[in-house]
Every structure is written in C-alpha cells, then in structure tokens.
C-alpha cells in the first residue's frame, strides 16, 4: 500500500510538536470501536486517520474492541471488524479486548476507594438523574456519599460476588456535584449486569463505564494519542481525571476531532442495526449501506474510502460531506484500472435484415480507450442484436440523436445502422425494429464517407449472456422535518432489479469483478446473488458527475 502522507491537520501538528518536544519516542495510536454493529464509512474515517499518523511518524497502531458492555455485543461483529480494517489495507500491532483487562480496572477502582475518590451509591437510576442538575443548575450530593472506606471496599467486592441485583448498586467517582462540566458529577464508574460476556463469560456481573474503561485501556496499551469524535470533548477532564487518580504509569492525552457525517444515509450503528433488524435492507452487508462492508458489496474498493477519508480531512467541526464526494473517488480509482464493455439493461430487439443469416463476425474493440495498456477484447456480430429501449423513440423531440425511423446511428465499435421498421404487439408496444446496416462504416476503417450524431451500444442477441443489474437510488431521503423518524425517511425505490444482456465474454466473471458499461456507469458482480448460471451487477455509481472537489 502506498504511503503518502497525510495531510496537515491540528492533531498532526500536536504529534509533531510532542515529537520535537521530546515528550513522546514513538507514537502510539488505537482504533477502539465497540463489537456492537459493523463498521461503517465515518469509521473508516477513524482508522484511517490513527493508523495513517502512527504510520507516517513509525509509530503503531492497536485495534482494540472496547467490549465492555455484554448486553450489546456479538463474536460475529469482532470478525467483521477484523476483515473490514483488513481490507481497508491496515495492519494492526497489537490486538486487544478492553475486557482483557477487567481485572486491571478492578484493581483501579480499589485504588480510587481506598483513596477516598470512589463510592458504592444506592440511589436509584431516576434519583441519580434527578440529583445531577442541570447546566444551569448544580448537583446534589448522594446520601451515599460519605460511606467510609472500609464500607465501598466490603460493598464493591460484595457487588463483583453477585450479591446484588442489576441497578440496585453502582460504584461512582467523588469529584464534584457542582462542577459546570456535568460529566464531573460524580459519574458512574461500574454497574451491575448479570448477563454473559462474549470474552469474560459468567465471570464477571460486574462491567465498568466507558469513562472510567476508556482511559485505562488507553494507559495500560501505552497509547500516547487518543483520538475520538467531538461529543467527548466534555469527557476529557474525565479521562485525565482517571489517568491521574488511578495512578497510571502512561499518560495518554484525548484529542477530538469532527465526526463525518454524509447526506442520504444514517451514520449510526444503532440505526443501521434497526434497518437490518426491521429488514429494510438485506443485511449489513446490503449495498445501499454506508457500512464498509455494504461498500465492498457495492464495489467500492479500499483505495477509494482511503482516498476519500484523505480529502475530507481532519478538523475541529463535524460537517456533512455530500455524498457525491464518495461517489467521485470511486468513479476516480476505477476509470483506468476496470475493462470497458457493453451492457444492454433493459433490451429491445434489432434485426439487421441486410446482414446474412447465419453469420457471426469478430469486431475488435479496446479494453478500456483511457488505458490502451488494457489491449482489446473481440465482440461477435450478427444479425440480431440488442439495444437499449431509452435509445429507440418512435417520435422523437427534436435534438434526439438516437435511433427513430429513417435515422442512421453508429453502433458502438461496429457499424452504421438505419431504422427501417418499428415492429409492435397487440397492444401497440414496440417489440423489435428492423434495420439495415452499411458494412463501409465499419469501426476502425478510416470511414469518412458521412456522417451521424448519435453512438449506441449493443450485444449481440445469440450469444449475450443474459445478466440481472440492481440499480440503486439514496436509501434515505434527506428531509429535515421535525419530529420524523429516520425510518420515516427511508426511500421506497432505493433498489430496482431489471435483466438485460452483457457482452459473451462477461461469462467468466467473478464476484467483485468491475466494469465499466459503456454510457452507464461501474458495475460490480454481486459476491451474494451472482451464481454459477445466473450474473448480478450491482451499480457502484453512474458515469455521470456534476461533482467538483471544492477548492
Ligand atoms: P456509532 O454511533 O455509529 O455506534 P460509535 O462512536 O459508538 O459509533 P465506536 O465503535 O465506539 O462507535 O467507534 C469506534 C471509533 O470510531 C471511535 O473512536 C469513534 O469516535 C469513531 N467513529 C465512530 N463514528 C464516527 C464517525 N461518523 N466519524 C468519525 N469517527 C467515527
Ligand atoms: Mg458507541
């Protein structure tokens, strides 16, 4: 993979600074996702950019899943996010379960008690809540606040024996009730959950807070840049609080950075669980998903989510990217790397009737006209062939190009056509045209005889293979309307199936194969649907772009 360097960006600057400073040797950076859901695009974003920067200053970095919470997480969503941060083209140093280290933060919780900085607190869910403030307002202190600290020791090994119920004791920091930041509130360090764990099993009823679990991970791995999304910005003076108050050999510093949000689409696992949960879509791997793996699906490949996350770069404000801009990076990877052919989507029929019965001729065409390293690839030709329905008009307006009656075209690589006879049903729709074409025109031949306006593709009818397209629209449709659900959102049309025909030598394509049809778009075969008879092509994205990069 190539190694270009990331752009400038405020957190590089402060691992510069730190460097120059003598303050760290080696950087170290972790991606810490949660194994509740599949990784989605705004996660690429975060692996890009802590295993870019540990690269660029030959530092490392850690994928650790920050398995704390057993209620929501699955084995089946660590393997997905191993294979989607592999695939992305990143090799992790070392790999950690934040419940590897459970006991490790039992121990710190210890520490804190025996400090006089931790306390076992009855208070119901609803009475803490309402004991907390408001921004406006301070907190009120828990009657349980005083316990002495032989109490919180005999209560907190009590609550890890499974001696209480869940909810019925947590264990809290003592910081500050009336501190502005409401984070500071004497917040929750453990709770009680009598449910099995992924990785720790039955051996543990009691699980800590993400702000006491995440600083500790932090330090324990020697991580010396945590970077996360803004919303914890209010979470640092927590996370400092624990590195130093649990006594932390290693002093990891938090930076936030701005979240990535894309237009017509949701960006949390939460909601993308429920589309799948509630079957809106096939899976998490369903290509209109902005998962990783719904990208893989839909043919995106790793250099373009790279590429992308490069350009959106790295700032203090989360804004949401138009998702043209995805749409652009891929369009930009595949257009000299994938073969150009033809794909007729929705066919009509064409008999040549001047071309002689029973013949069949090879036409030589380029693989890919932007990259003639490609070489070139032979297309049969005979009388009958295929062409787009949108590319015949019966009564045309004016400036249709096309074919029409009494008009003449070029098929593309191939030869001049002219609409003699439109050919209907009974019901007056049009079935088959007849044509005739003019061998002088052939493609390649230097024919300058005259001319026409408009070039069509085409397959040949005999041996075309026959092939399904799922062509796909926005799953969500913006809409700002207040007090509407995402699910209210969702576009009825965002998947069409059609069957059409591809070029013969198509046959011997393989899942996750790309192509470029000819005046449609990239294509990928479908790794699900496609089978050994039967080929399915999933649009990545059409040809056509208005998008620009802004400058
Ligand atoms: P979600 O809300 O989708 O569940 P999360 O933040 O809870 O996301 P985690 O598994 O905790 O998901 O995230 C792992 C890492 O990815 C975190 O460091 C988080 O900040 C980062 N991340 C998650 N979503 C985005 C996003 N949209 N843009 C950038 N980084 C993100
Ligand atoms: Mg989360």
């Known amino acids: 993979m190539e190694n270009k360097p990331v752009s400038s960006n405020f957190i590089k600057n402060i691992v510069v600074e730190d460097i120059n400073a003598g303050r760290v040797d080696q950087i170290v950076t972790r991606f810490p996702p949660e ?30 899943f920050d398995d704390t919470n057993p209620l929501r997480e699955d084995v089946e969503y660590v393997e997905s996010i191993k294979e989607d941060v592999k695939w992305l083209g990143f090799e992790w140093d070392g790999l950690f379960f934040a419940s590897d280290y459970f006991e490790e933060m039992y121990n710190r919780a210890v520490v804190l008690i025996k400090k006089g900085k931790a306390y076992v607190c009855d208070l119901s869910p609803e009475e803490m809540r309402e004991m907390r403030g408001t921004l406006t307002e301070p907190g009120k202190e828990s009657p ?50 009598h449910a099995t764990h992924h990785n720790t099993g039955d051996k543990w009823c009691i699980y800590p807070m993400y702000d006491f679990a995440h600083p500790l991970e932090d330090a324990i791995e020697g991580v010396t840049h945590s970077l996360c999304t803004l919303e914890f910005e209010d979470h640092r003076p ?16 938090q ?41 893989r699906r839909r043919g995106y490949t790793p250099e373009s989510i790279r590429n992308f996350a490069r350009e959106i770069g790295v700032s203090r404000s989360s804004g949401v990217v138009d998702a043209k ?8 990877d595949l257009k000299l790397k994938v073969p150009r052919t033809m794909g007729v989507l929705r066919p009509l029929k064409v008999v040549i009737t001047n071309y002689p019965e029973g013949e069949v001729e090879m036409l030589e065409a380029e693989i890919n006209s932007e990259n003639p390293e490609m070489g070139s690839r032979q297309i049969p030709f005979s009388r009958e062939i295929y062409i787009e329905q949108d590319d ?22 191939a030869y001049f056509i002219k609409c003699n006879d439109v050919i209907k049903d009974e019901n007056g729709n049009v079935i088959e045209l007849h044509c005739t074409y003019d061998p002088e025109t052939k493609s390649g031949t230097g024919f300058t005889g005259r001319k026409v306006k408009g070039t069509i593709h085409w397959v040949d009818a005999r041996s075309a293979v026959p092939a399904e397209f799922r062509l796909y629209n926005p799953l969500i449709l913006d809409d700002e309307e207040e007090g509407k659900s995402f699910l209210e959102n969702v576009n009825p049309d965002s998947l069409e199936i059609i069957h059409g025909f591809v070029e013969p030598n198509m046959k011997d394509a393989r899942p996750q194969d790309k192509f470029q049809f000819f005046r449609h778009g990239y294509f990928n075969v479908d790794p699900k649907h496609t089978t050994e008879d039967k080929l399915v092509f999933n649009l990545i994205v059409s040809l056509k772009s208005s998008f620009e990069i802004p400058k």
């Open 238 to 253: 927590l996370y400092d609080w624990v590195i130093e108050e649990c006594e932390m050999e290693n002093q990891p510093k």
């Open 255 to 295: 930076y936030e950075f701005g979240r990535l949000n894309l237009t017509n689409t949701v960006m949390s696992k939460r909601k993308l669980k429920q589309l799948v949960d509630e079957k809106y879509v096939d899976g998490w791997d369903d290509p209109r998903m902005p998962t990783i793996s719904g990208l």
């Open 392 to 413: 015949f008009m019966e009564n045309p307006p004016k400036k249709y190009f096309r074919l029409f009656p009494g008009n003449e075209v070029r098929l593309k690589n």
């Open 144 to 193: 349980y606040r005083n316990r002495t600290v032989e109490e919180n020791l005999d209560l907190f090994e009590r609550m890890r024996k499974g001696e209480f119920k869940d909810g019925e004791r947590v264990l809290r920091a003592k910081i500050d009730m009336t501190s502005p930041n409401i984070t500071m509130r004497d917040p929750v360090l453990y709770r009680i959950f």
């Open 325 to 332: 801009m995805l749409e652009h990076f891929i369009r930009e």
């Open 35 to 64: 194994p509740n859901g599949y990784l989605h695009i705004g996660h690429a974003k975060s692996i890009c950019l802590n295993f870019e920067l540990a690269d660029e200053f030959k530092g490392k970095t850690n994928l650790r």
